[in-house]
């Protein structure tokens, strides 16, 4: 599905990596550079307490759930309005290759149990997936079986089934999906057919349920982030312009006009990293990789300010991480939890503005999805390990 070379490549350079380090440094760095993510960043504001659902008071345990029916990684998790979390697509390992799934299922928290449901239309992995007004999965993109994929569909929680809908004017993976304060979904970035960052963005209407074109970003990338700010835009942030080429540029979708401007660049460099709006409207980035890939990881942080359109450098990690484009969420206490990419799980503290190590993984998963439950808790669901292969182990942050 992926380029073998570079597959080939990755492996060749890890086995002696992981050989020298595994027992001085539990952090495995392997990857296949062209490896997708599932980019779409699902931004949570912190609940409103009432009586009828309190805060969840976290203890910091970490608890296996249910495995899924399929192990999968770069695969997408989405709460739906009754609770149940829908769990689509991925790949499965076979040999050196990385195979598309079309499977899905559901899990349901008041059971710990995950249950089959109808496939996807199409395989996809590292494809986008956005929860409408309507309550309805928009998934669009990703890989498919041996190339990138334009097709998108729609999933319906009341028939637990997809159907298509029109595609994607041009297949793209690695790129972003953004709910925008109007129901629609823009499309921004990600890889081309032609293997070349796509600069066109679309968005998507439920009304008509089809796709048009929106502006043009000033540089085309792909594993990037893309996060809704409080006005209304939405800052796009880093990323790779293909040729080993990561950015530390950034810049800001209007969908009033559906322009793209540039704006204040970051400190680093980064792609593969994540990004979460926070509560007083900054934006917070963390970890990713430069154009070493998996031997530049960073522990570095940074936090970007939309009133003076600026980014500052913010407090490190406990330890490097990449790959967590779907591993972050808002807890409902306001704080960050930061579970892929790395054994250990941190908090970022919004008080204090400074990480701690939390609860810890048996091993490192890459691409894991994190889920905030309708109950406070977190699930974490599936990723790969330093080996490519995916795995159906969940859990349960409390």
Not at 93 to 104: H, K, N, Q, V
Not at 140 to 168: C, D, H, K, M
């Amino acid at each position: 599905m992926m380029h073998a070379l570079d597959r080939l490549i990755t492996v060749l350079l890890v086995v002696p990596l992981l050989t020298a380090c595994t027992f001085g440094q539990q952090r495995a760095r392997s990857d296949l550079s062209t490896s997708p993510s599932s980019p779409t960043l699902r931004s949570s504001t912190p609940s409103t307490p009432t009586t009828e659902t309190p805060l969840h008071r976290y203890s910091n345990a970490l608890s296996a759930a249910s495995s899924m029916h399929v192990p999968r990684a770069t695969h997408s998790a989405t709460l739906l309005p009754d609770g149940r979390v829908l769990i689509a697509g991925g790949f499965r390992s076979e040999g050196t290759r990385e195979i598309a799934i079309a499977d899905a299922e559901l899990y349901d928290s008041a059971t710990n149990t995950f249950q089959i449901v109808s496939p996807m239309i199409e395989p996809r992995s590292g494809h986008t997936a956005t929860l409408l007004p309507s309550g309805e999965v928009l998934l669009v993109g990703g890989w498919g079986p041996g190339q990138r994929t334009a097709g998108a569909e729609l999933y319906n929680p009341e028939t637990r089934s997809f159907r298509a809908i029109r595609s994607l004017a041009a297949p793209r993976a690695s790129m972003t999906a953004t709910l925008l304060a109007n129901g629609q979904v823009v499309i921004i970035g990600g890889d081309s057919a032609r293997n070349t960052p796509q600069l066109v963005a679309e968005v998507y209407d439920p009304d008509t349920q089809t796709f048009s074109t929106s502006g043009s970003l000033t540089t085309g990338r792909s594993a990037h982030t893309a996060t809704l700010l409080q006005d209304g835009t939405v800052l796009v942030a880093g990323g790779s312009a293909g040729n080993d080429q990561v950015l530390a540029s950034a810049e800001i979708y209007d969908p009033k006009t559906g322009t793209f401007t540039a704006t204040g660049s970051m400190h680093e460099v980064r792609y593969k990293h994540a990004a979460i709006a926070l509560a007083t409207g900054h934006v917070l980035l963390i970890g990713g990789s430069n154009q070493n890939d998996w031997t530049g990881t960073y522990t570095s942080t940074e936090a970007y300010d939309p009133a003076s359109q600026t980014f500052r450098q913010a407090a490190p990690l406990s330890d490097e991480r990449f790959k967590l484009s779907d591993g972050v969420v808002i807890l409902n206490d306001g704080n960050v939890l930061v579970g892929s990419g790395n054994a250990q799980i941190e908090i970022y503290n919004t008080s204090n503005e400074q990480f701690q190590p939390s609860a810890r993984l048996d091993i490192t998963y890459y691409y894991t999805v994190l889920t905030l439950l309708k109950d406070g808790r977190v699930l974490l669901t599936g990723g790969y390990d330093s080996a490519i292969q995916p795995t159906a182990k969940a859990w349960i942050y409390s």
